[in-house]
């Protein structure tokens, strides 16, 4: 057997056990008892003790050393590039510190948790606290004497900066504060009212899912107090959550979770369970969430169809046409939750987390005083003050569970998706007609075939720019929002 093989062989059992370990993570969140969470802190721990030793491997190294790189095919020469990353990564980073991140974070999740459901900011803190410290020890290690922060952004989008990312953000900012003053300015379209049965939204969530591609031999739709997608390959889950007041939290959370799942799902079967077998990239996978709920699911014919479902499972609730359901579902209006939040508006919650967690990272910003700055930032930016910590600072999971660097991601996926779109518009010049009828397969083969049958093949933004025949920018997203939200608002 070449050294090759032998390395791939090693890939795909630690690939397997990292896919054991997320099923670990998927059931805390879902059907775990709460009493389990210590002993589970405690799995979590073993499993990234076994994980960080594979992944750092001796053998690892000596296998890249031994394989010529030009001997091998263009899949191959990704696969070996994805094993070196992890390698080099994963070797930074006593194994000590991976273990004690994995059972700090396993329980911060757990008191996360607890504290968003009690409104008790301070009972939170000093777990997060720790969760901080040993991500900054993290993030100097594999920074390596560079930017912490880009350390931590690098573990989901590779190749990315803080700077970049801020001049990514400086360019989209006064476009987004310029048309959400306008359009706050107008007539606002009708609310949603009434209340609306959280079974029957959980029965039209998986009409929904089936309607963008999700395979459901494959995967499963639970309820989570942050919907989440997890796994890879055959075995895809996701979560959404309802709210009586509100069904479109439900749906839009699963249509969302759904454009992951689909991602992993629609990988090349040969690569299942190698390193190039999942989404290449955060910022791309949240590319796919943001088009299926955004660009798709938001739009003027298909949300004529989703009124149309909406009427046959709850009967008549005070829209009158698909053109006013259209306008109430891209209602832009105050809010605090990020997942909830309006096209318009949305990347400006990002904007505000990116700038706080950057802070925490470069010790600017203590933990202790995050609630503040959380509460000062959001009424500078937003020209209200949080109600209550759950529509603050504890509303994401993200922290708990130490994804520093993570939260930009979602504005890149959103840029991502505005050129993506583009393309799709233009080779699909029919596809509104499609979209009337809750048809969503031509869009979602041409995803499929254009962009998520490559997994990790090409680096983020290469595989952006063969779909979209462009090199990514914020103009396609920007143009996009001004010409929707202008259209809805009469501007």
Known sequence: MSAFDELMGFARDTAALGQVAGRLGWDQETMMPRGAADQRSEEMAAMEKMLHARRTDPKVGEWLAAIDVATLDEVGQAQLREIRRSFERASKVPADLAVEIAKVTSKAQGQWAQARADEDVPAFLPVLEQVVALKRQEGQALANGGDVYDAMIDDYEPNMTAAELADMFGTMRPRLVALREAVLAAEAPQALSGHFDPAKQMALSEKLALAFGYDLTHGRIDKAVHPFSSGSGLDVRITTRTSELDPFNCFYSTIHE??????????????????????????????????????????????????????????????????????????????????????????????????????????????????????????????????????????????????????????????????????????????????????????????????????????????????????????????????????????
């Open 258 to 491: 759904v454009g992951h799942a689909c991602y992993e799902q629609n990988v090349d079967d040969a690569y299942l369970l190698t390193p190039i077998g999942g989404g290449v990239s955060m910022g791309v996978h949240e590319s796919q969430s943001r088009i299926y709920e955004n660009q798709l699911g938001r739009s003027a014919p298909f949300t004529g169809w989703l009124f149309a479902q909406m009427k046959e499972a709850f009967g008549e609730f005070g829209i009158d046409s698909a053109a006013e359901f259209y306008r109430t579902v891209n209602r832009v209006n105050d809010g605090y939750i990020r997942t909830e939040a309006d096209e318009v508006q949305y990347n400006l919650h990002v904007m505000l987390r990116f700038d706080l967690e950057r802070a925490l990272m470069q010790g600017d910003l203590a933990v202790m005083d995050l609630e503040a700055a959380w509460n000062d930032r959001f009424h500078a930016d937003f020209g209200y003050a949080v109600d209550r910590p759950s529509n603050g600072c504890l509303q994401d999971v993200h922290w708990s569970v130490g994804l520093f660097g993570y939260f930009p991601t979602y504005s890149l996926g959103n840029v991502y998706a505005g050129c993506l779109n583009k393309a799709l518009r233009d080779a699909l010049p029919d596809l509104d007609g499609q979209l009337a009828e809750g048809d969503t397969s031509a869009a979602t083969k041409w995803l499929g075939e254009n962009l998520q049958t490559h997994g990790g093949l090409y680096a983020p933004r290469d595989v952006i720019t063969r779909a979209s025949g462009m090199t990514p920018s914020a103009g396609p997203l920007l143009d996009y929002l001004d010409e929707k939200f202008k259209g809805i608002y009469g501007l």
